[in-house]
């Protein structure tokens, strides 16, 4: 997938730590931890995925697939929903000669909940919604109290169906930067029908200023479909708890 510059904005000041192992006892940590497993948070290695999303006001649709052989794993499908020019297409490909063998992990994102934190927001019959504290480490930590995260989880798969982390209060990671609104929601949906959850969309949002001179207004929305395994059939049901061959 291509790097996101928004989300790795909000993603660079959260703190990466193991998730808990926590025994299936019917808790929220449980729960949450059992929806966590079930996702395949790299999905770059064994599945291919067609990518659609804006790259500087340009919607662009590629698609990766890892079993392709290196530096023929992407392909440029349509540029403003029209067939790409050749001009298009070779930068395309420059542009993703650098991520073939790279495959995103997203195995991160765990490892900004707070599993102390979490405390059940709603419940009805189709869901579980968590709130939780995003962590952030270091310098950053004193930002922690001015985020909020919520999370959904569906019954009775247990499966994780978004997760969300945004400001409650003006940040300012560095002297003469305030940042007035910070965003992230990241969607997941199953793979296949019997496959691995997987992010599907992932929406990223930054606002605020510099030095009273310079304002920022970002906001990215990227989203992944038309899933298909072409890994390893034993490695299949790799984050998932269903039965089924996930191949289509």
Avoid at 171 to 186: D, E, L, N, Q, S
């Amino acid at each position: 997938m291509k790097t996101r510059v928004v989300t790795a904005l909000l993603l660079c000041a959260l703190m990466v730590l193991p998730s808990p192992v926590v025994a299936d006892d019917g808790s929220p940590q449980a729960i949450v931890t059992e929806a966590l497993e079930q996702v395949e948070w790299n999905p770059g290695r064994s599945w291919a995925y067609t990518r659609t999303g804006f790259e500087d006001e340009t919607l662009v649709v590629s698609r990766f697939d890892p079993s392709r052989i290196e530096g023929d794993r992407w392909t440029l499908i349509s540029v403003d929903n029209r067939p790409p020019t050749l001009e298009e297409t070779e930068a395309f490909e420059e542009e993703k000669q650098y991520e073939q063998d790279v495959p995103e992990d997203d195995s991160d994102i765990p490892s900004m909940i707070d599993f102390d934190s979490l405390s059940l927001a709603d419940e009805d019959a189709k869901s579980w919604t968590y709130s939780f504290q995003p962590i952030m480490d270091g310098s950053e930590a004193e930002f922690a109290d001015k985020l909020s995260g919520e999370l959904k989880i569906g019954k009775p798969s247990g499966a994780l169906e978004y997760l969300d982390i945004r400001n409650t209060g003006s940040i300012r990671p560095a002297f003469g930067v305030k940042i007035r609104t910070m965003h992230m929601h990241f969607d997941f949906a199953p793979a296949t029908p019997n496959g691995p959850q997987v992010i599907s969309e992932i929406t990223a949002e930054v606002k605020g200023g510099a030095y009273f001179l310079v304002s920022f207004d970002e906001k990215e929305s990227t989203r992944f479909s038309e899933f298909r395994y072409v890994g390893d059939q034993s490695e299949s049901q790799r984050g998932s708890n269903r039965s089924d061959d996930s191949s289509p």
